[in-house]
């Protein structure tokens, strides 16, 4: 065996398990190309063009001023967890109470965490796929069996539940939820939420439902397995501020779950940062108690961009493109053009500087699909579908 040198960098085997974000790849290279004097428009990113609202931005400031500095407890300041209850409480119309809630710097914490402390190797957790990239990253990075729950453009991207019922074993440990979804805008009904509950049953089974979009919707209300009877003891909710409050720099996301699941989420919060920023907690007291006229802008901003994108890869030859009721972002299918995801994302980012995201990475059954995300102004939106249409029908 060659000698090793000081120099070798020897990771431990478990990091070739762990996955990434296809979309701060692609944002690289854009970044390259822009440095190159091309003139990209940003379609990749999933997160807001808007700015934090005003008043919570202050409510941040004041807080530093005011000897916010400091390290807080690992489940987050008593007042702010306090204030999440409640808006939970509210939102979802099940009492929580603040024992049951976690501050976290972003919601992706919740998800790290969360299959950290529940998966040992050859555990099944069941995920959306196409689906949030890090559920498939972390599952295996946990040594659990990841096992994709296909979401169908033919079903609105919803939860095929026979399918969800066939692929429950005894080894199932955790079943992902995400409505609205990234990356389709797919958002699960009250009705498909039920059926959803009823094929999971009484078994003892958690539920991680990822509801980091949960303001973003267009048509329709936001239901939450949470809110199904019986459901709320075995659910870990993940919500957050970086979508509803264009907060995403801020790291400020929670999760709501039975007490005892929330000392196990803060213990390992304790281990890897201590706490989140306490400043970035006192402005998401501001953000959940004030005025969120704000946030109604924004939403019906995002809702005129949907229905201009959609209507723009509607008019472009081999493109289909469903109208989604949530989140900020639409999934084309774009195999009429006789390209495969990965191939038309290059070319589109190469030849006609627009960035977006093969569906593939978001799992294998995304092939097929285009992300665009609508977080970019209308202006650009519309300079983007000028390019997509000359590149595809010139
Ligand atoms: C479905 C989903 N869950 C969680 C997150 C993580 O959000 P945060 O930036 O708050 O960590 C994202 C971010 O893109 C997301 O799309």
Not at 32 to 53: A, N
Not at 117 to 143: C, H, K, Q, T
Not at 164 to 175: E, G, P, Q, V, Y
Not at 226 to 234: I, W
Request: glycine letters at 8%; one cysteine or more.
């Amino acid at each position: 065996m060659p000698a090793t040198t000081q120099l070798e960098l020897r990771l431990a085997s478990r990091m070739s398990r762990l996955g990434t974000e296809t979309a701060f790849e692609v944002l690289n290279r854009a970044r390259q190309l822009e440095k190159q004097g091309k003139e990209v428009i940003h379609l990749e990113i999933g997160e807001p063009d808007f700015d934090t609202p005003a008043n919570v931005i202050e409510a941040g400031v004041s807080a530093l001023h005011k000897g916010w500095t400091h390290y807080g407890p690992p489940a987050g300041l008593p007042d702010l967890r306090q204030t999440i209850a409640d808006y939970v409480s509210s939102t979802r119309s099940v009492p929580v109470s603040s024992e049951e809630v976690v501050v976290v710097p972003g919601g992706k914490p919740i998800i790290f965490f969360t299959i950290l402390a529940l998966i040992d190797a050859g555990d099944e957790v069941i995920y959306p796929n196409p689906g949030f990239p890090i559920y498939e990253s972390m599952i295996n990075y946990s040594l659990g069996k990841a096992i994709p729950i296909p979401l169908r453009e033919e079903r609105d991207f919803s939860v095929d539940v026979k399918e969800l019922a066939s692929l429950i074993t005894d080894r199932t440990k955790l079943i992902i939820l995400n409505s609205p979804h990234n990356p389709t805008g797919g958002v699960l009904t009250r009705k498909d939420i039920f059926e959803v509950a009823e094929a999971i049953g009484d078994r003892n089974i958690l539920i991680l439902s990822d509801e980091i979009y949960s303001r973003l919707i267009y048509d329709g209300d936001h239901f939450s397995i949470m809110s199904v009877p019986g459901f709320k003891e075995r659910t870990i909710l993940l919500d957050g501020f970086s979508k509803t409050y264009a907060m995403t720099g801020w790291r400020l996301g929670y999760g709501v779950m039975p007490a005892p699941m929330a000392q196990v989420v803060a213990k390992l919060q304790t281990n890897a940062t201590s706490c989140t920023a306490t400043f970035s907690q006192m402005a998401a007291v501001a953000a959940l108690r004030e005025d969120q006229s704000a946030v109604d802008r924004m939403v019906a901003e995002f809702h005129r961009r949907r229905d201009v994108i959609v209507d723009g890869l509607r008019a472009i030859p081999g493109f289909q493109c469903a109208r989604p009721k949530g989140a900020f972002y639409v999934f084309p299918n774009i195999t009429r053009t006789g390209h495969s995801s990965r191939t038309l994302a290059d070319m589109l980012l190469d030849e006609a500087g627009v960035a977006c995201l093969a569906g593939t990475a978001f799992g294998e059954f995304g092939e097929g699909h285009l992300r665009f995300s609508y977080a970019n102004s209308l202006e650009n939106i519309e300079e983007a579908l000028r390019r997509i249409k000359s590149l595809i029908a010139p």
